[in-house]
């Protein structure tokens, strides 16, 4: 089986479902989720924050502006970021009318309700920890939750779960704390700068627009800290022609709003 560590070469790279298949459902909500499923993709990405209270909430901007009706519900709490609310006051939000009416009163999901939902079976997840540096201790939290909630057993830790950020930081405190975990680092580090990475990251996940073959090549000879070689998951690929071009340039993982898109493109 296909794996965002193990890409199935018969099959084409690894699929991944940005923030759930958020090209048919509201980003990093639980019908993004069933979206994912619907369509058949096993990976699925989202982005974990936390609230005031310290919930692990899924949501991908710092503040509740763009994907929630919080202006309307909160009118005198600008700048509306998610770490100055309660779990209770983001749960009141409507995190699907931007989207499209027939997802009113979809749900800000927690960490732990957006695991509920996944395929334990079958679904995988890769894990993006969202603005760190606003969070201190955000990579123990997500870590106790995860084990809490049967994520970090070694059949999910070998085939289901990537931990991923922007922060190189973040990255290496995960590593430090759970060594076993697979992680990736997002970003497009100059290639002398590689090796560094290598020491703490299993993969390097870069914007499509950023790579060609070479960078591609450059680092996948490397091997990263479970001694296999550094793996490559680009985003974020919408077009069947994009699809095409980084799955010639050998790409692992393509991670899509419309995976459905990239999976009939890549096979
Ligand atoms: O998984 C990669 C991608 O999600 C990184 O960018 O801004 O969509 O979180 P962003
Ligand atoms: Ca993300």
Same mark, same amino acid.
């Given at each position: 089986?296909?794996?965002?560590?193990? #890409?199935?070469?018969?099959?084409? *790279?690894?699929?991944?479902?940005?923030?759930?298949?958020?090209?048919?459902?509201?980003? @990093? =909500?639980?019908?993004? %989720?069933?979206? $994912?499923?619907?369509?058949?993709? /096993?990976?699925?990405?989202?982005?974990?924050?936390?609230?005031?209270?310290?919930?692990?909430? %899924?949501?991908?901007?710092?503040?509740?502006?763009?994907?929630?009706d919080v202006?309307?519900?909160?009118?005198?709490?600008?700048?509306?970021?998610?770490?100055?609310?309660?779990?209770?006051?983001?749960?009141?939000?409507d995190a699907?009318?931007?989207?499209?009416?027939?997802?009113?009163?979809?749900?800000? *999901?927690?960490? =732990?309700?957006?695991?509920?939902?996944?395929?334990? @079976?079958?679904?995988?997840?890769?894990?993006?920890?969202?603005?760190? $540096?606003?969070?201190?201790?955000?990579?123990?939290?997500?870590?106790?939750?995860?084990?809490?909630?049967?994520?970090?057993?070694?059949?999910?830790?070998?085939?289901?779960? &990537?931990?991923?950020?922007?922060?190189?930081?973040? +990255?290496?405190? &995960?590593?430090?704390?759970?060594?076993?975990?697979?992680?990736?680092?997002?970003?497009?580090?100059?290639?002398?700068?590689?090796?560094?990475?290598? $020491?703490?990251?299993?993969?390097? @996940?870069?914007?499509?627009?950023? +790579?060609?073959? /070479?960078?591609?090549?450059?680092?996948?000879?490397?091997?990263? #800290?479970?001694?296999?070689?550094?793996?490559?998951?680009?985003?974020?690929?919408?077009?069947?022609?994009?699809?095409?071009?980084?799955? $010639?340039?050998?790409? /692992?993982? +393509?991670?899509?709003?419309?995976?459905? &898109?990239?999976?009939?493109?890549?096979?």
């Amino acid at each position: 089986p296909q794996t965002a560590d193990a #890409p199935d070469r018969r099959t084409g *790279p690894v699929v991944v479902a940005h923030r759930g298949a958020s090209g048919y459902a509201p980003e @990093n =909500t639980l019908a993004a %989720v069933d979206a $994912a499923k619907a369509l058949g993709i /096993d990976w699925v990405e989202n982005d974990v924050q936390r609230t005031k209270d310290g919930v692990l909430v %899924v949501v991908h901007d710092t503040d509740l502006k763009r994907t929630t009706d919080v202006e309307e519900v909160f009118p005198d709490r600008a700048p509306w970021a998610v770490k100055d609310f309660t779990a209770a006051e983001i749960a009141q939000l409507d995190a699907g009318s931007w989207f499209g009416e027939r997802f009113a009163e979809t749900r800000v *999901p927690t960490l =732990t309700q957006f695991l509920h939902r996944l395929d334990r @079976n079958r679904q995988k997840l890769l894990l993006e920890i969202k603005s760190p $540096a606003s969070y201190p201790g955000i990579e123990r939290d997500i870590l106790r939750v995860l084990r809490k909630e049967g994520w970090l057993g070694p059949s999910h830790v070998r085939n289901r779960l &990537v931990i991923q950020s922007f922060g190189a930081d973040s +990255i290496k405190e &995960v590593h430090a704390l759970r060594p076993d975990v697979t992680t990736g680092f997002l970003g497009t580090p100059e290639v002398t700068d590689l090796p560094s990475y290598a $020491a703490f990251t299993d993969q390097i @996940n870069p914007s499509y627009t950023t +790579i060609g073959a /070479d960078y591609v090549a450059a680092v996948q000879r490397l091997k990263g #800290p479970h001694g296999k070689r550094l793996r490559v998951n680009t985003w974020t690929v919408d077009s069947a022609a994009d699809a095409a071009k980084v799955h $010639a340039y050998g790409v /692992d993982g +393509i991670i899509s709003n419309y995976p459905d &898109v990239v999976r009939d493109a890549t096979r």
